[in-house]
């Protein structure tokens, strides 16, 4: 759709997107919690305090409420994304 997010799929709490951003990482927490599955590129994530290296194949688990974005990451970085669960987490 040329946005940075596309929404896949949709069934009770469960959301799919796929997440492409160009240059920057905008992200705010969310309300509910989340799991990135990398599909391509590579760079650092910021979790809270804690900064990940991360690659195609890996999965990353946000809490609810938690500061989190991509940093340093190449320009063909894209990731699954899979928000689930109640609002503020489970």
Do not use: C, K, M
């Not at 946005?3 to 997440?19: D, K, S």
């Not at 599955?37 to 194949?57: M, Q, Y």
């Not at 809490?63 to 970085?77: E, K, L, M, N, Y």
Request: cysteine-free.
């Amino acid at each position: 759709t040329g946005g940075e997010f596309t929404t896949l799929f949709r069934h009770g709490t469960l959301e799919i997107e796929i997440y492409r951003p160009v240059g920057v990482d905008r992200q705010q927490p969310h309300t509910r919690d989340e799991l990135y599955v990398i599909i391509s590129g590579h760079g650092t994530f910021l979790n809270g305090a804690e900064r990940t290296a991360f690659a195609p194949g890996d999965v990353l688990f946000v809490p609810a409420g938690v500061t989190h974005r991509f940093i340093d990451f190449s320009t063909d970085f894209s990731t699954w994304v899979f928000f689930y669960g109640p609002e503020g987490g489970e």
